[in-house]
């Protein structure tokens, strides 16, 4: 995180642009530390996901997820993402690729233009994820495994405090 600070206000500020805000809910004295909590984790998770102006904790929809359960998530990890992990691997196209394809709602059109690549080369690397992970996108459960651990793996931003 970069520079953080807390405090209670009325309502939530009006002019944000390029800034990053994290609210919690409206909430009683006694609900505070409740209401602080919930407010860090959107901030951890706009962070993550490098989202701007206001967020609440619902706003970035299952994003906060993952951030949770680290135990789940390194069985997972080992399972189905080990074989990105080995030293010849030392390009991270084939992991940076099918993430921006969820990204995109599996446009190849649109992750072909954002990573500046042809279709065919998105198409690839897609084919070759599936492969070294053995999770098919093409299965809702493979595909939100996928998502999960694709976006726990991201580069975390780095803090200048």
Do not use: K
Request: with cysteine; hydrophobic share 35%.
């Amino acid at each position: 995180m970069s520079r953080c600070l807390g405090f209670i206000a009325p309502g939530p500020p009006e002019h944000l642009t390029g800034h990053l805000v994290a609210g919690g809910p409206s909430a009683t004295l006694d609900q505070l530390h409740d209401g602080f909590q919930e407010a860090i984790l959107a901030l951890t998770t706009a962070e993550q996901f490098h989202l701007s102006g206001l967020v609440r904790l619902a706003d970035p929809g299952p994003r906060p997820l993952v951030l949770s359960d680290t135990r789940i998530a390194a069985g997972l990890s080992v399972r189905h993402m080990r074989a990105l992990d080995t030293p010849a691997r030392a390009t991270t196209d084939i992991e940076d690729t099918p993430r921006v394809y969820l990204e995109c709602d599996q446009q190849v059109r649109e992750v072909a233009r954002r990573l500046a690549v042809h279709q065919n080369t998105v198409r690839y690397r897609v084919h070759r994820f599936q492969e070294l992970t053995g999770l098919d996108l093409h299965r809702t459960e493979d595909l939100v495994t996928a998502w999960w651990l694709l976006n726990r793996r991201r580069p975390r931003p780095t803090s200048s405090t």
